[in-house]
């Protein structure tokens, strides 16, 4: 189903890394921004995700920050539970992020057709991703958007954390006090604006917890300002239908995770003390870290690899406007070198 485009002149392999050392495949995704295919890498036939931004939209919607910022973000990490860059490149009127490819889709949509994803799956989803967490804490970087459309799955079921657009290093001894993430997932020291650190990604690990083994968000309204008052102020009931499923651990877990003081929330003690606390937790009673760390415990849920484990309609736009595609061939007749001047002037800002 992959297509691809010729070059006149053979290809140098050696030289930089460009699109042309890639053969294009189908569809994966649809982002704010551009599309997410399947490419194969020319060279050993190496299958990745590449991610394409259009540069014109990034400008029109003031993301030229973020999205240089996620780019270098993703080029000093490196870890088995997050989706890592492997190569990046731009032409006249794109940018291209070479990532780990995810076959198995994202936990947004394998929830939402399943109304809970389960206890053990829940339980095995936190317990990869705090690997990730505490690698990009060590780095001193926060996530901050943590939640269900962020966590991608491999091929085998393995979680994967993604989307670093909001991510950003933190200083020794300093706080950050933007606003930034999804109102749901957000923690009450973000809300509050008083300066907060790490600790708000735990706090969002939790409520997507919460999410997914209850089957609905534990801080609710219908404008963000309710759900933010909600976060400020309630304490969360566990639905009776889902809740008498789960386990004392299970509940006791999401719900310190979801403390609203940071200094009192589970996995919230400095450098890897944190990790300790939560990884000792009853919940987890009986895992085997090392092996989780490898990458080698069995996933709960292996996805189909005859599904397409996205929504495809994106696809299915592919084949309505071909213009649109993204081929080889540089474009032509439009005001590209414009363009780039001002992404650089952007980015220099
Ligand atoms: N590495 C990957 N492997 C497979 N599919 C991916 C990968 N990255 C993203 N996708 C798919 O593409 C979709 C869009 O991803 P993308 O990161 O572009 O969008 P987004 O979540 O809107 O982020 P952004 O805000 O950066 O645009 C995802 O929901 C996912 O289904």
Redesign the pocket.
Known sequence: MGFCCCKDEPIDLDSEVDLYHFDLHRA???????K?RVVEHKRDGQLY?L?YINKKSIIAMKAVKNTVQERRLLEEINHTFI?NMRFAFQDDENCFMV?????G??LRFHYERKLTLGEDAVRFYIAELSSAISYLHSQRIVHRDIKP??V?LDKDGHAHL??F?VACHIEHGKALTSVAGTVYYMAPEIIYRKGYTFTSDWWSLGVMAFELLFGRRPFRGKKSVEVMRSIMHDTPEIPEATGHMASAEAKDCIMRLIEKSPSKRLACKPKGAGLAELRAHAWFRGYDWEKLDKKAMQPPFVPDPKKLN?DFSHELDEYMAPSELLTHQKRKNRDVNKLSKEMRQLEEE
Not at 28 to 34: D, E, L, M, Q, S
Not at 99 to 103: A, H, Q, V
Request: glycine content about 16%.
């Open positions: 994966v995704g649809k982002g704010a921004f551009g997410v995700a991610k989706v990532l780990d490819l995810m076959l889709g994202d459309d962020n991608l993604t989307d657009n996205f």
